[in-house]
């Protein structure tokens, strides 16, 4: 029973935008996927909002950056809570200007949007630590979806997120990241002194953390021509071969 209320929760939880991919984008197909937890700094009656992160899998296509060229990327995520699925589109800098990976993005779902910049220093072998800073627009939407519904009440998040996340090693990698939630939520609810409804702008702080798990493309093969062995000397002329 407390798990399934535990689940109704989180549906019922406002979906937080996560940023699946690091700073650097790599040449074709990636599948990867999400989840994750999260508590709020402040709880009712000063703060009403919930969030959860993302909980969700997806693909993602991209085209590495040179030192002339951007590099650019587009992914898919498809989330438990299906209207929340988004679409990911980055630009990475061309890696001339900078001796960090940086770059820019959007996230666009039905329930949300976040514009948001990526600054990182990835190794080769795919590690590194990287930051994410973004800024949420959640739609406005019933605050008990999934529990007791009241369609009266309703909120509206906006916040800054700033996130900082590691990515372990090689082809199969785990990002484990931490994100904040710092903003103000517009909601409207019924009063308890009387009848109708009111509209007030709260607080809104949460942190969440979570786990990134992606499957980046395999390294192109070598193109180098095979060893051969050494070189027989070459007699001099007038003996035989």
């Known amino acids: 029973m407390k798990a399934c209320s535990a689940l109704l929760l989180a549906f019922a939880a406002a979906c937080a935008p ?18 994750g937890g999260g508590r709020e700094l402040c709880g009712p009656p ?23 060229a951007a590099g650019m990327s587009a992914g898919l995520t498809v989330s ?3 209207v929340s699925s988004e679409l990911d589109v980055y630009v990475q800098a061309p890696t001339s200007l900078s001796r960090l990976d940086v770059g820019a993005g959007v996230l666009l779902a039905g329930t949300h949007g976040m514009p ?14 990287y930051t994410t800073q973004g800024f949420a627009f959640l739609s406005r939407r019933d605050m008990d979806w999934g529990i007791d519904v009241d369609t009266e009440k309703k ?3 906006r916040y800054w997120s700033p996130s900082i996340a590691y990515r372990a090693r090689g082809q199969y990698g785990m990002h484990f990241y931490a994100t904040g939630a710092f903003g103000t939520s517009r909601v409207t609810k019924r009063r308890e002194d009387g009848p109708g409804l009111y509209t007030e ?14 499957v980046q493309p395999a390294p192109p093969p070598s193109r180098l021509p095979p060893a051969r062995g050494p ?6 002329p007038g003996q035989p071969r």
């Open 201 to 214: 702008r709260q607080p809104l702080r949460a942190v969440m953390m979570g786990i990134v798990f992606d």
């Open 116 to 129: 948001y910049v990526q600054a990182g220093r990835m190794k080769p072998n795919g590690s590194g630590w």
């Open 155 to 157: 909120e509206q998040p």
């Open 80 to 82: 438990t809570f299906i």
């Open 231 to 236: 070189v027989p000397p070459v007699p001099p």
């Open 46 to 68: 000063e703060c009403d909002t919930q969030l959860t992160p993302q909980y969700g899998a997806g693909v993602r296509y991209g085209r590495a950056a040179t030192a002339s």
């Open 18 to 35: 996560i940023v699946t991919h690091t700073p650097r984008v790599q040449n074709g197909l990636s599948f990867h996927g999400t989840l």
